[in-house]
């Protein structure tokens, strides 16, 4: 059964449709493999029963000649952080712990209604806010690849994040594809931590609507899967406007699929300058010059842009992002929903409420935001960060009146140990400074997985579009994906190693 | 009117005024979700999950609302704006359940327009209108339904309303009472807002400071959340001679929030955690700027009613009436139709061309009695516009004398009979045949020889005296010229 936890979309689909296999067989392969791999600590709930009977519909439907299409009885993981009817939704926060929706995400309602079947809910950092999953209260995500080989202490590395748990699932074989969302990198990093596809649409591409809301002006859904190919394929179902979400562009989607396998030969492809940071590790300066000549070799014109207010990406994204989550998070009162820690005052039952219910980063983030948008300060924080991202947006509008899409890294390192970086949060978000950018500038980006690391650890490259072109970003990754010739699973097999006796 | 004075111990002072009115939309789903706007259902029946603030859920903008909205900014004379934009209004309460209020705060939808007040003597002045921004409603906390808890209703949430801020150009508390009118009167002819203020649906706040004439101005103090013009009125006075004592015994005014308690008649501040002090406002990021093309606007503009102003003008012109008169015909665009169709005469009256001072006359003084004693609206009045229109035609005729009508007037009030049924089944015509009349003058005289003869003699003031016997005679139904003439006639000699 193993091999049917190996495939990707587009296959499992193709062997769907010859008979090969059941969806039901294929869902109990993901559902064994899921439960041998709970000590990543991928899952938050897993939905067995309701993937089953997902698939046993599906393979009713194609029997009698109605399948849905590609992604009908194709398992998949669903990000802890898309409200899902009558499945508890955390967003990795104690404050939710226990929270079962009675609606469904519009992203996940098209998932379903394409035939997907969903096999859990993944573990995340707590409203997505950070870049290593340590932040859930669910306890931290361990990267299917593993402890680095010949690394003292053995220590646990994190998969990335926020969407951390997708990321290990899928890296680990545990779902064909899963959901992401990212705010300033949080599907790319991870997909870049654990080996795998992550693509970020264009903001407004996919459905806000019943997603838990980080920041609102930069949340955006988008799949994780095994290759380019299904990252097109899901993306293709996931998206479309969306009457609920005013932010949902009511632009219609092109056959994402059919992007993914059309050459590069012509297309224009930029290398920003202000990229090569200063530090930058040589193993992730040397694999974005390999992608560059994977492109060229493949017919690509190679040339150096200019984005120059790259600079300050990152501490405009850590004043607009913050500012939204302050405002976003204020629903979690304890009057309506979710964790009440009872007080003398209503204020006593906010604060007694909100302080064991939210975690140390989260309390950071929605001081940060506060204190940003408050009185005397809105001026020189928030409203100068909006006018910064304004100048980032152009940056990337002037590069691409000379290229089509832009090649960058995914992030400026490989995965890093458990319990690194948690004393700075500085050094954290330092992660996400080649992510950000096309975040604020609502970007589609996507970070395909180009090459190991030294240690052995996978390495992202990234791809930026213009607004909408996803299908240029899926062509490009496509090129890279090809030349690089990544085996995405892991080099220490989850289901083996991960088990209760390896610790 | 006279200027209001306070008048303090070191001289006359003025107040300065200016009103925040919440209007609440009149439309079927609440401004950001399809949720029922309602009023008067069960507790926690119309919330919709967007309204309850769940997780995921995402505002979406009610078209109808902007609409109203920017109808009512046509209606008050203003600028529309083209671009306007949603932002929050960040603070925690209960009944609050997002954590923020989504209202429009520097690109609100409606700028600069015009309130005319419509003063007891006639006279006109107006007050200016700084904007009008459209934003959500926050829930119901009840506080006294059990005596430890507090109970959230949320079926107000998200209800659209609209702030219509006035500039502090409003001088008097009767001049804020005739501001409050208008402007409930306007919005009601729009059909934007009911402007009940008992069921909340406008509320007002209001900003006093005190000064002498001629003075800048000093700090005021905001008074939140009146819910009567009677209360409004009350409150501005009660805070101007609260900032004037402080004045004068040399205290100051801090600018602060406070509420009016109607029963010991005083304005009090509010306590600090009643209200929070920063709202950190900025754009919903999960809405789009509100962009209208000139051509909507155009659309709404081209189907705005007549309103009251333009209604007073015409009826002054075009009835003759006095300005006092028409003012008080359109106040309710119900009253002023009445009105209009008595005067002209509706279908299958047909006769038209009434005295329309006449008609008013008797709608303002006869019919807003019957209304007021019987608590009925002009909608329900049991005497109908065509029915007072034949009323006033009756006398016009000389078939029944105006004090006949009254008793034909207050039979229609009863029944809602035809004045013309009436007056044929009591048999009250008009006495006009002169040998009738003049038999019973004759009568009269007889009776009187005395008094006949002071008349003769010159006492002329006891001819109306006559007058009156003769038409207690004819059960009131002589007609009075007759009976005077006929009465000199006989007397004169």
């Known amino acids: 059964m193993s091999a049917l936890t190996d495939l990707g979309i587009a296959e499992a689909a193709a062997g769907l449709a010859k008979r090969d296999f059941s969806a039901v067989e294929l869902a109990r392969a993901h559902i064994a493999a899921v439960a041998g791999a709970r000590a990543l600590n991928a899952f938050i709930v897993e939905t067995p029963d309701a993937a089953l009977a997902a698939a046993a519909e599906s393979d009713k439907r194609r029997q009698d000649g109605r399948s849905l299409g590609v992604l009908d009885g194709i398992p998949l993981a669903i990000k802890d952080l898309f409200c899902t009817e009558g499945v508890q939704t955390t967003a990795g926060s104690r404050i939710l712990k226990g929270f079962v929706p009675a609606y469904e995400s519009t992203v996940t309602r098209n998932l379903k209604r394409a035939g997907a079947a969903m096999i859990g809910k993944t ?47 899928i890296a680990a074989g545990l779902a064909l594809g899963a959901t992401g969302t990212d705010t300033g990198g949080s599907i790319r990093q991870p997909a870049s931590f654990c080996g795998i596809v992550g693509l970020k649409p264009t903001y407004g591409r996919c459905s806000r609507f019943g997603i838990v809301a980080f920041a609102s002006s930069l949340d955006q859904a988008g799949p994780m899967t095994r290759n380019v190919k299904d990252a097109a394929l899901m993306l293709g179902a996931m998206a479309g406007h969306d009457p609920r979400d005013s932010t949902s562009a009511p632009i219609p989607c092109p056959d994402f699929a059919r992007a993914a396998i059309a050459p590069v030969k012509g297309l224009r492809v930029g290398i920003p300058k202000e990229y090569r940071i200063e530090g930058m590790s040589s193993e992730i300066d040397a694999l974005w010059r390999k992608g560059e000549q994977w492109l060229r070799e493949q017919g690509a014109e190679v040339v150096e842009v200019s984005l120059p207010h790259t600079r300050y990406a990152l501490p405009t994204y850590y004043i607009v992002a913050p500012a939204e989550a302050s405002s976003n998070l204020a629903r979690y009162d304890g009057v309506r929903f979710g964790l009440r820690v009872p007080g003398e005052t209503l204020d006593d039952m906010y604060m007694n409420t909100r302080a064991a219910g939210f975690g140390p ?61 948690t004393e700075d949060p500085i050094a954290m978000y330092l992660n996400d400074v080649f992510t950000v950018p096309a975040s604020l500038a609502g970007l589609p980006a996507m970070s395909v997985p180009a090459g190991l690391s030294a240690g052995g650890l996978p390495l992202g490259l990234q791809i930026i579009g213009r607004a909408f072109d996803e299908e240029t970003v899926l062509r490009a990754g496509a090129a890279i994906e090809r030349a690089a010739g990544f085996d995405t699973r892991p080099s220490r097999l989850v289901p083996a190693k991960a088990g209760k006796g390896d610790r | ?62 078209e109808y609302c902007v609409e109203q909205a920017v109808r009512t900014g046509l209606g008050l004379k203003a600028k529309i704006n083209l671009t306007s934009v949603f932002e929050r209004k960040n603070y925690f309460y209960a009944d609050l359940p997002a954590g923020y209020q989504i ?88 059909g934007t807002c009911d402007g009940n203020m008992e069921e909340g649906s406008m509320r007002c706040d209001v ?257 109306g005296w006559f007058t009156g016997q003769v038409m207690k005679a004819t059960g009131g139904k002589a007609n009075p010229a007759a009976v005077n003439a006929i009465l000199k006639k006989k007397l004169s000699g």
């Open chain 1, 123 to 169: 573990n995340l950092d707590e409203f997505a806010m950070g870049s290593s999953n340590i932040t859930s209260a669910f306890g931290p995500v361990k990267n299917p690849w593993g402890p680095p080989l010949g690394r003292a202490g053995n220590k646990e590395l994190v998969p990335g994040g926020s969407s951390g748990g997708s990321a290990a699932a």
């Open chain 1, 361 to 421: 980063e989260v309390r950071r983030r929605i001081l940060i935001g506060t204190y940003v948008l408050s009185a005397g300060y809105y001026d020189a924080y928030y409203l100068k960060a909006q006018k910064v991202r304004a100048l980032i947006a152009r940056d990337f509008r002037d590069a691409f009146a000379t290229v089509d899409a832009i090649l960058a890294p995914t992030a400026p390192s490989p995965a890093f140990a458990i319990g690194e970086k």
């Open chain 2, 1 to 62: 009117m006279g200027a209001w004075r306070i008048q303090g111990e070191s001289g006359e002072w003025e107040a300065v005024i200016g009103l925040e009115v919440h209007a609440q939309v009149i439309s079927a789903s609440k401004l950001f979700s399809g949720a029922s706007a309602v009023f008067g259902a069960e507790p926690n029946t119309q919330v919709s999950l967007v309204d309850a603030g769940f997780p995921g859920m995402l505002p979406v903008l009610n």
């Open chain 2, 103 to 190: 209202s429009q705060y520097k690109y609100p939808l409606v700028g600069e327009g015009t309130v005319i007040l419509d003063m007891p003597d006639g006279s006109t002045r107006p007050i200016g209108i700084e904007r009008l921004h459209v934003e959500q409603d926050a829930g119901k906390s009840l506080h006294d339904q059990d005596p430890k808890r507090t109970f959230i209703d949320l079926n107000r949430s998200g209800v659209a309303l609209m702030e219509i801020v006035s500039r502090p150009d409003l001088r008097t508390p009767e001049e804020a009472g005739i501001y409050l009118r208008k402007l409930r009167s306007i919005l009601r002819y729009l």
């Open chain 2, 207 to 463: 900003n006093v400071s005190v000064r002498k004439p001629g003075e800048p101005l000093r700090t005021r103090a905001e008074i939140k959340n009146v819910n009567s013009v009677r209360f409004v009125m009350q409150a501005i006075e009660h805070e101007a001679r609260r900032q004037v004592r402080a004045y004068e015994e040399g205290g100051k005014v801090v600018q602060e929030t406070r509420l009016y308690d109607s029963h010991k008649g005083e304005t009090r501040p509010m306590r600090a955690k009643e209200f929070a002090h920063d709202y950190r406002y900025f754009p919903d990021p999960d809405l789009l700027p509100l962009r209208l093309s000139p051509e909507y606007v155009d659309v709404i503009a081209a189907t705005l009613p007549e309103l009251p102003d333009e209604k007073k003008d015409r009826f002054m012109r075009d009835y003759g009436l006095s300005p006092y008169d028409a003012g008080v015909l359109v106040v309710e665009r119900e009253t002023a139709d009445y009105f209009e169709r008595a005067a002209r005469g509706g279908e299958g009256v047909g006769r038209g061309g009434r005295d329309a001072k006449q008609v008013a006359n008797w709608v303002i003084s006869t019919l807003f009695g019957l209304l007021n004693a019987k608590g009925l609206p002009v909608t329900r009045s049991p005497v109908s516009a065509d029915h007072l229109g034949k009323l006033v035609d009756l006398i016009a005729d000389g078939t029944i004398s105006g004090r006949i009508a009254k008793d034909v007037f207050e039979i229609m009030g009863e029944t809602g009979r035809d004045p013309a049924d009436i007056v044929a089944a009591k048999g009250l015509q008009q006495i006009t045949d002169t040998g009738a009349i003049e038999a019973a003058v004759n009568q009269v005289i007889a009776a009187n020889p005395d008094k006949a003869a002071e008349v003769r003699a010159g006492k002329v003031a006891l001819l």
